[in-house]
């Protein structure tokens, strides 16, 4: 057994607005001995998620704040170094939240051992196969109630949850309008995963017009990852008994101050329309499931993933950071 | 068969912002005689609604708009006079949706005959035993998924749907808060409804800090009369899987523009918060149900009904004015 010197990111102030660098440390942190039922990882991948700009608030919701000057966690990817958990062997790749840190001692409990269909491809599991995967999953079949024919507007949509939305809608036979924030993105979103309609919210002149110009039959399901203008939006365009499950609202994050919601409200009434909102944690009822359908939509090539990859653990700040400028095309991921 | 001389309501023109007097006009139509299967009714009472308010828009979305210079309509209770359809008797009790008027000449379509327990207490079917009742039944068990021992909020609590919905998460087991904007529909809410506290929203300094005040546990289920202000301090007290049900937003209905809503809407995700849209007269499944639960409730007294009668066809612009203004208390009621 021997002493490792572990790289964690701590947080170090809380961000008000736009978190920056300075809200962030690197710390060197020595890793006493494995004992007991011990294991130490050694993270290969990790994930940089909206989600986490909620932990960094002291009145966080969504999930338990990150306490200050402390190591941060979040999801990753790990192999076993060293173990004296009988359960767990050198050399297994282990999913576990975390991240934000190269070398971890943990134990058995959390971390779960994956078999990956493609060893070159294993950062899939954050992604595609992962957490944001899954939420596209969760929200469509769980609270949307998808149907063929049915037109879905997905925002964020080649974002790392919004790029499955879209292509698991076109795979159940729908009509699809995704909204992104640049050419290079609807190009793909279009050309490679199938996407019927794509918006650039920053040059479409009004988003409500461009958006009904682009669904003349209404839109039946939304899939919510921006809020703000584009709640309103999806409201004015909806049909009567429209669904929208919301899984983020990425638009105000990093608002220093709340901003005011869409003016028109009233449209759930009128239109009967339900809107969930829902944190995918609580749906690990459906993983099974999700994961029969998944790795087969990927290995006959019908999902198609993009992924940014960053290097460096002393780079997971600042891919954090561009998540919310629209750095990252699909699935941001730091490389350890 | 006879002629009748009908008074009727008009809607002259559109009204922005706060309707007046003058956006309507008592007009006499002379009656042709009956012919075919028609039949001539006399109604005796009539609802006003907050909903009609939606109607008198261009662009309602609620429910189709009202025509300019053409009588108005919506639920009311008469007396079939004349009839020419062997289905129909003189003196035959028919809900109906022609309000707005003293007479009509019908068809047995357009008419529902009811049988009512109490023959001194037909203008329940307006209330309790109508639309609104119906409103408050499908809200809490429909969208609610309501449980015994849940704290339910309540806007406009004492009117026609929050006093039903009171009652019935009362006899249903649960804590329930209410808002209205009187002492004396405040004192009516504890004293006869057994309503466990009640917020009078117009002396309250801050009505999410005198909600949270009176949820000390959270509150599981919100019905939404209201909107705005209400929901967003539903929202800031929301404990996580709450349930909103929203059947309409009075406080907007009367905004000649569009207001901003709540700016605390991420908590829909965070708190993973399930909102419904709906309008009652979707949901005739559950009225067979309804009428078997809440007759007896009401004949037990287990349920009150607080009515405000106006009589006379032409103070009925003025019963409905009286709707934003808070006149009513409980359900609004013409009687012609």
Not at 134 to 147: H, M, P, R
Request: hydrophobic share 40%; aromatic share 8%.
């Amino acid at each position: 057994m021997n002493t490792y010197t572990a790289n964690q990111i701590h947080l170090i102030s809380r961000p008000s607005g736009l978190p920056t660098a300075e809200n962030f440390k690197l710390k060197k942190v020595q890793l006493d001995e494995i004992v007991d039922h011990e294991i130490l990882v050694k993270n290969i991948f990790m994930s940089v998620d909206p989600y986490m700009r909620g932990r960094m608030r002291e009145d966080a919701v969504y999930a338990q704040a990150y306490p200050l000057n402390e190591v941060m966690y979040g999801g990753a990817i790990g192999e076993v170094i060293e173990t004296l958990d009988p359960n767990f062997s050198p050399g297994d790749i282990v999913l576990n939240q975390r991240a934000w840190q190269d070398y971890f001692k943990g134990t058995g409990n959390e971390l779960t051992k994956i078999n990956p269909f493609d060893k070159n491809n294993i950062s899939l599991y954050l992604g595609t196969l992962g957490m944001p995967g899954l939420t596209a999953y969760v929200g469509l079949f769980k609270f949307c109630d998808l149907k063929p024919g049915e037109t879905v507007f997905v925002s964020a949509a080649s974002g790392a949850v919004g790029a499955n939305v879209c292509q698991i809608a076109k795979l159940k036979g729908c009509r699809v309008i995704g909204s992104c924030g640049s050419d290079k993105k609807s190009s793909w979103l279009k050309e490679e995963c199938g996407v019927d309609e794509v918006i650039n919210y920053k040059t479409c002149e009004n988003l409500t017009e461009a958006l009904k110009a682009a669904s003349p039959m209404g839109i039946d399901v939304y899939f919510e990852n921006v809020g703000g203008e584009h709640l309103q939006a999806a409201l004015d365009c909806m049909n009567p008994f429209g669904r929208i499950a919301a899984c983020g609202m990425i638009g105000s994050y990093n608002n220093a101050l709340p901003e005011a919601g869409p003016n028109n409200l009233m449209l759930i009434v009128g239109k009967k329309i339900r809107i969930t909102g829902f944190i995918v944690s609580d749906h690990a009822d459906m993983k099974e499931k999700f994961l029969s359908e998944m790795i087969p939509w990927i290995q006959n090539g019908q999902i198609k993933s993009q992924e940014t990859i960053t290097v460096g653990i002393d780079k997971a700040v600042e891919a954090f950071l561009g998540l919310f400028t629209g750095q990252n095309f699909g699935k941001m991921i730091v490389k350890i």
